[in-house]
DNA sequence: GCAAAAGTGTTAGGGCTACACCCATGC
DNA sequence: GCATGGGTGTAGCCCTAACACTTTTGC
């Protein structure tokens, strides 16, 4: 393990994979998985839409740098933040630079809500491609781990606000796999899991009041094995 | 996105986590999972185990640095390399560094018959404790990966030579899982999973001559999404 | 013949799927 | 009352676990 001056020359940067949901606006019964990128004001792809992301500081962890680059692009603290893979071929960019990206689901209700800054802007992820970089196999691979993931652990809820209705998170649980789902097996399947909560609130609409859920606290919305807080 | 003076502190290693399978010597009919770590010759640490690794060079991508660094300990190719994990806590190494973890699997016959370099060493990972830096916490991360892995996808004949027995595969599992399997049920499993073909040769031995079965080459060992040739 | 591992058959139970059915509300 | 989504019941199917049983070898 000897330091060479050759060294100096690779750099680390943190990007992050923020997916958010909202209904579509062709069809308000739709929802569609949306995602901010950041137009690029320098060379190399000067004009180009890219993960948002930054230099690593010296002084911060990664996560914390997914943290940071996330709250600058959206104002809003992730419901689900995790590491999605070191990108690191030697052309990926001019220079060597080693990317570490990470992934973040972010509350509906709250993304909707967030004033997105200059030069950024949430696009739906199927009508995304020309990312700049190897954004676009990286956007494919955490979309691959998204609906992955959802089909094993509880992150779907990472979308929702603190109250929902089953047929909302049924519907998010649609719009991730991308097929309907039969309500009455759904509801079973996800009560048995023991993953929300009944509250003793309702929903009242055009029809017959839904009950409120909430997420079990006690449950973590996925197992990361021996990697809890990194 | 502004390159700053203070990123050239931050410094990019990789390391590999190695496993691979041996007849433990206390009693030749059981399995042990094993791994090689190096003595450290220099601050910091001196003197304690790590994992293998060094410094990432400008010229080489992240998977063939983790191969290279398997290549100098073990001499061998490996069966099965995967990323792991970035590790970058601020603390985790004086000065800051960032390592590329990855993980790998070496085939049993292979490893006895490596020729290890000086300062190499193989433990049982049971024993494993008290590696320099945070190497003790990437082992434990490593190991849930392929007991999980090990799981849902057919990695684990990464472990075993081209020919190989049912019940030789069936030990795999049984040594990276922790518990017995019925062999009844695993040969119908495997079977039908198009995981493995049968071959007309057959092992002889003290009983009834076990029919040789090889890896389905078709099928990949693990589905790592759009992510092939990392 | 006997021990032991290779390999086959069979049955019970659990979970998932499909779908019929009842319930409660707004209009 | 009626349309609609909320919520319950249930039967078939498949997969799995458990274990009895047969086959084939070395000694």
């Not at 579509?24 to 948002?52: F, H, Q, S």
């Amino acid at each position: 393990m000897t330091q060479t001056s050759a060294q100096d020359e690779i750099r680390v940067a943190v990007s992050t994979v923020i997916f958010a949901l909202r209904r579509t606006p062709e069809d308000v019964r739709e929802w569609e998985i949306v995602m901010p990128v950041v137009k690029r004001t320098r060379d190399p792809y000067e004009g180009d839409w890219a993960l948002p992301g930054g230099w690593l500081r010296p002084d911060e962890g990664l996560a914390d740098a997914a943290a940071r680059t996330l709250r600058e692009t959206t104002g809003l603290a992730p419901s689900y933040l995790e590491q999605l893979y070191a990108f690191g071929a030697v052309d990926r960019a001019p220079g060597r630079t080693v990317s570490i990206v990470y992934w973040a689901l972010v509350r509906a209700d709250e993304a909707s809500a967030a004033v997105a800054p200059e030069n950024v802007e949430w696009f739906p992820v199927k009508r995304l491609r020309g990312l700049a970089f190897d954004h676009d196999e990286i956007v494919a691979y955490a979309s691959w781990r998204l609906q992955n993931k959802v089909g094993y652990s509880r992150i779907a809820q990472g979308f929702l606000p603190e109250l929902f209705t089953l047929a909302e998170l049924r519907e998010v649980y649609e719009a991730v796999l991308g097929k309907s789902l039969d309500p009455a097996n759904f509801r079973r399947q996800v009560e048995a899991s023991q993953a929300i909560l009944a509250t003793k609130e309702f929903r009242t609409g055009a029809h017959r009041p839904a009950r409120l859920y909430e997420t079990n606290q006690a449950l973590e919305l996925a197992d990361r094995g021996p990697l809890r807080n990194q």
